[in-house]
């Protein structure tokens, strides 16, 4: 079976960094993906980690211990626009994506 | 536009109901996944088509079936509605992206379904 687990919520202030964490145990991995999704809408992808580490794309960093099975979100300079759900993903060895519940980001003036 | 077409956006329905949704995947990907997202819950996965065959299976109710075509969108039919299966409906399509085996997915705009 597949258990993905986020934290349910977490507020942050505009401007400053957040970091959301992500612990899975799955049967299979084929990398570790973060979605971005605001109410009532599609996810849409942030990043992909295959191999331990930090990937950096802009503002947004994510990063990977396999043998840990944890990752990371980290977000700078937040802002208001960055209120949403993040969501962290599993790709197993048949290519399928499994989800966590999502974490829900308020970021606050 | 993520090039993932899914009609309807909204569909409102009596319990016992049939409903079906559609997804048209972007041009090139053979893949099409089923995703349900009920209210403040995480996407569950549902099933799996891969070039018109079922490749993998998620928790799928027995009421809903699916079915990808030749031109490659697919169908998901909800049967015997519930008041439960009330949810965004996403459908995504993925295509390999690099030789390590990268598929990016990418999400429709969702289908949302409410059981009155």
């Known amino acids: 079976g597949q258990n993905i687990d986020q934290p349910t919520e977490m507020t942050a202030t505009e401007g400053a960094i957040v970091q959301i964490n992500c612990t899975y145990q799955t049967s299979g991995f084929n990398g570790l993906f973060w979605y971005q999704q605001h109410a009532g809408e599609a996810p849409t992808f942030l990043s992909y980690?295959?191999?331990?580490g930090l990937e950096e794309k802009g503002r947004f960093s994510s990063f990977l211990s396999r043998s840990k099975g944890y990752s990371y979100l980290l977000l700078k300079e937040l802002q208001m626009k960055d209120s949403a759900s993040y969501l962290c993903a599993v790709q197993t060895g048949a290519n399928n994506l499994f989800f966590g519940t999502g974490t829900r980001l308020t970021v606050i003036p | 536009d993520s090039g993932v077409t899914q009609t309807p956006k909204h569909l409102i329905t009596a319990t016992g109901q049939r409903v079906t949704l559609r997804c048209s995947p972007r041009?090139?990907?053979?893949?099409v996944y089923w995703y349900q997202q009920s209210l403040d819950q995480g996407l569950q996965f549902l099933i799996q088509y891969y070039n018109g065959e079922e490749r993998a299976k998620g928790n799928i109710l027995e009421r809903f079936s699916a079915q990808q075509f030749p031109d490659l969108h697919s169908e998901l039919n909800l049967s015997s509605l519930e008041l439960g299966d009330s949810a965004l409906y996403f459908c995504?399509?993925?295509?390999?992206?690099?030789?390590?085996?990268?598929?990016?997915?990418?999400f429709g705009s969702g289908t949302r379904l409410t059981v009155v």
């Open positions: 041009s090139g990907d053979l893949s």
């Open positions: 995504a399509s993925s295509v390999r992206r690099d030789p390590q085996g990268y598929y990016g997915y990418t």
């Open positions: 980690n295959v191999l331990d």
